[in-house]
């Protein structure tokens, strides 16, 4: 195994000393946060969006705790803050919600999926101005319940409007390439893309906003109606949306549906006919499972993955210890396109280390509104627990916390101290489990041979990050790795954006592909109407289209 920077031991009475100075002093009380980011707690969703209206709430409540840690128990231990309280949906109000999707899809005679495209496209615009118009209470709320900086909140809200407004343009173009007729073997034809009926989406908490958002606006674009179901980390901030929801489209169109308890009854309804989920395989595999005809559901799924960086002898250090960073460490590792393992070639191994440790010391540790703040405390109940847990099985089976020294691996509550762990090897969980937290494997390998056999082998293949200055090496790397994963990420960290850009995987890491367009095709079916080129057949459909009695065969071209 190569040389590395001696670390300092990693006891664990080490862990159970003071805390670090990274981690000293992070928490406070309410009234010692700058009044301009405060949150008037609690947030008390009290009205949900059932059949196009925000109707009162009178059930049972699940409250929603913040990571930022305001209070204190006898004990003198810092405790999550309870920011606020969503409905907590019995079977009976998930399938009213679901009722009331359904009676809006009208088995495809509906308002909406009947409704014109340029209509559609108005309607949501006009949500897209009413959206707009809650942007702080919004990002206020992303950055209590989850955790993300100020910044990032921002840039998740911001995201999130261009990508509605690029999709819209993108169905334009979809729109316009279907307003011609084909004639092929004395048949013509109009082909148009048509919805598939009711959706349920669900996303994830690291994206509450932009990733579910990346499912629903395109679900309701193509004319589908969709019961939406928050993340349970995220639910608050959807509060603002549903009501633009309420005030922007037709009735039924979206309701809203709390709770994960609530999704088996949906599912075994069999009234779903796609399903659109971001999280893991296993619960995907759950939820799928329940559907009683799973051959008529449509799945669209951004799943598991570990996507590996290899760092070859001639990569430029400085840039790809800053992007294994950033790769690693965004969100505090939070991300399904995270880098969750780096491949070290031995000859540069301890260069590597030795920067990357410096680098990792100047990140700072801190809440989500404080200026330079890198690392942010995790919303997830005991992640703090599981990411110690791998490492201790990693410090047990000879790996070594590089950055032990600058308290590498230390947490405090639900606050932790970015881990790189030095010395990874198959037999360590963190080899093969996706970690989401921050923690930076490093692997050394002497032949390119060893990551890309992880690669095959893996049972994920979303991307992976290739370091390097030869184009010979990063060629004979690209063929085979192209048959393996669906983002090959040369000089960079792997990443979704831009939008535009295809976003899948392969194996266990997706099912379908996400962008602008190729959402729009994921959430519709190609349907045609077709006749033999004859006169009767052609003065039938003139005739349609001059008197404009269908929206389906049309020649209206948008602008």
């Given amino acids: 195994m190569a040389s590395a920077p001696a670390p300092a031991p990693a006891t664990a009475q080490a862990q159970a000393a003071a805390p670090h100075s990274k981690l000293a002093h992070l928490y406070c009380s309410m009234d010692q946060i700058p009044e301009k980011y405060r949150l008037a707690i609690p947030v008390i969703q009290d009205r949900y969006l059932l059949n196009g209206a925000m109707v009162p709430w009178s059930g049972a409540y699940d ?85 993300k900086t100020r910044p990032d909140a921002e840039k998740e809200f911001d995201r999130t409007i261009k990508y509605i407004k690029d999709t819209l343009d993108a169905l334009k173009e979809t729109d ?126 951004g799943l598991d993955a570990k996507n590996p960086a290899i760092i070859l002898p001639c990569a430029d250090l ?48 801190g809440l989500p509104w404080t200026e330079g703040t890198n690392i942010t405390p995790m919303p997830e109940a005991d992640k703090c ?37 030095f010395g990874v090897t198959p037999a360590m969980r963190i080899f093969h489990e996706e970690q989401f937290g921050p923690i930076v494997p490093i692997a050394v390998y002497n032949s390119v041979q060893t990551p890309l056999d992880f690669i095959r082998e893996s049972p994920f293949g979303q991307q992976m990050s290739i370091f390097g200055a030869n184009p010979t090496e990063i060629a004979h790397l690209v063929d085979p790795l192209a048959n393996q994963v669906c983002r090959i990420n040369l000089n960079s960290q792997c990443q979704r954006g831009p939008d535009t850009f295809p976003f899948t995987g392969r194996k266990d890491s997706a099912e379908q592909t996400l962008s602008v367009s190729d959402a729009l095709r994921c959430f519709s079916i190609r349907t045609l109407v077709a006749a033999k080129h004859n006169p009767l057949n052609i003065q039938i459909v003139q005739t349609i289209l001059h008197n404009r009695q269908s929206t389906f065969l049309s020649t209206d071209f948008l602008l």
């Fill in 63 to 147: 409250n929603v705790n913040s990571p930022i840690c305001t209070s204190q128990d006898a004990s003198g231990k810092w405790i999550p803050t309870l920011i606020g309280k969503v409905p907590s949906f019995t079977e009976r109000d998930a399938m009213a919600a679901l009722d009331s999707c359904e009676r809006a899809w009208d088995s495809g005679r509906g308002l909406w999926p009947t409704m014109p495209v340029a209509k559609r496209i108005e309607v949501m615009e006009n949500f897209t101005a009413l959206m707009l118009q809650r942007r702080e209470e919004v990002v206020r709320l992303i950055v209590w319940e989850i955790c």
């Fill in 385 to 421: 627990k599981r990411m110690r847990e791998l490492i201790d099985d990693a410090l047990a089976k000879g790996a070594q916390i590089l950055n032990a020294e600058q308290g590498g691996g230390q947490c405090v509550e639900t606050a932790m101290v970015p881990a790189i762990l």
């Fill in 318 to 365: 400085d840039m790809a210890v800053k992007e294994c960073i950033l790769g690693a460490l965004s969100f505090n590792g939070q991300r399904c396109t995270a880098l969750k393992l780096l491949f070290v070639h031995q000859i540069i191994a301890a260069q590597f280390c030795q920067r990357i440790v410096e680098e990792v010391d100047k990140l700072k540790v």
């Fill in 176 to 301: 316009r390439a279907s307003s011609r007729f084909q004639i092929e073997d004395g048949i013509f034809a109009q082909i148009r893309r048509a919805p598939l009926g009711v959706c349920l989406c669900m996303g994830p908490f690291n994206y509450p906003l932009n990733e579910t958002f990346t499912t629903l606006i395109p679900a309701l674009l193509m004319g589908n109606t969709c019961v939406f179901k928050p993340s349970k980390l995220g639910s608050l901030l959807q509060g603002p949306i549903l009501d633009c929801f309420s005030r922007a489209l037709p009735a039924g169109v979206v309701n809203v549906v709390y709770g994960r308890s609530c999704v088996a009854p949906i599912m075994k309804s069999g009234k779903i006919n796609c399903l659109a989920f971001i999280g893991s395989s296993k619960v995907s595999d759950t939820i799928r499972k329940d559907h009683p005809t799973p051959h008529r559901l449509r799945c669209v799924l």
